[in-house]
């Protein structure tokens, strides 16, 4: 054992003391409440992802389904256009058949 007067016995508690003063000190319980408080913020994260994912893919389908029917709408006015000189085209040639 190692002996110290007075004088050096009481810098060293007073060198503790300034040294726990100042520090933060955590227990257990306190860094079981810090993970309780970051899985639960976790938790919270997880579930707006979900959800703006879920909003995402609502947007995304009403979009195509948007898209579908302009595709759906422009290939009728193509097909019209289209269909249209063939049959006068047909229409014409039965009538030079016919003369």
């Not at 190692?2 to 003063?21: R, S």
């Not at 319980?29 to 893919?57: H, K, N, P, Q, Y």
């Not at 579908?68 to 063939?86: C, F, K, S, V």
């Amino acid at each position: 054992m190692i002996a110290i007067d007075k004088p050096q016995a009481e810098a060293v508690v007073a060198a503790v003391q300034d040294a726990t003063e100042s520090a933060e000190l955590v227990t257990e319980r306190d860094l079981a409440e810090a993970v309780a408080e970051l899985r639960a913020g976790t938790g919270e994260l997880r579930a707006e992802f979900r959800s703006e994912i879920a909003a995402l893919r609502s947007e995304m389908q009403v979009g195509l389904r948007e898209l579908e029917l302009r595709m759906a709408a422009r290939m009728d006015a193509l097909q019209n256009r289209l269909i249209g000189p063939i049959l006068g085209a047909m229409l014409a040639a039965v009538k030079m058949l016919g003369h």
